[in-house]
Nanobody
């Protein structure tokens, strides 16, 4: 069992930045790939970014590539999502999740076993 808690969401103007953080407790953090997903009102939850257990491999959705950066600190059991050049279409509830079952860095939510409660990000135009 892993417990994930996101923080850092809020309201920001278009072009601004936010840094989301996800703190993990429970089982050994470093055995999990970590991912960020988001869900906008009326839309399905979608992949945003993922990082491998060691932090050496990252993947991003095309919509955030070059603007968002995922990172992790295994000593502190945290994963972060730095979001720059935010756009109104980035408005969503952002969730962190962990995956310990696949040998590859997954981008589909079905592969992720544990989820946080989410944090709201609102980008005004």
């Amino acid at each position: 069992q892993v417990h994930l808690v996101e923080s850092g969401g809020g309201l920001v103007q278009a072009g601004g930045s936010l840094r989301l953080s996800c703190a993990a407790s429970g089982r050994t953090f470093s055995i999990y790939d970590m991912g960020w997903f988001r869900q906008a009102p009326g839309k399905e939850r979608e992949f945003v970014a993922a990082i491998s257990r060691s932090g050496s491999i990252t993947k991003y959705a095309d919509s955030v590539k070059g603007r968002f950066t995922i990172s992790r600190d295994n000593a502190k059991n945290t994963v972060a999502l730095q979001m720059n050049s935010l756009k109104p279409e980035d408005t969503a509830v952002y969730y962190c999740a962990c995956n310990g079952d696949t040998p590859f860095l997954a981008t589909t939510e079905a592969r992720y076993d544990y989820w946080g409660q989410g944090t709201q990000v609102t980008v005004s135009s």
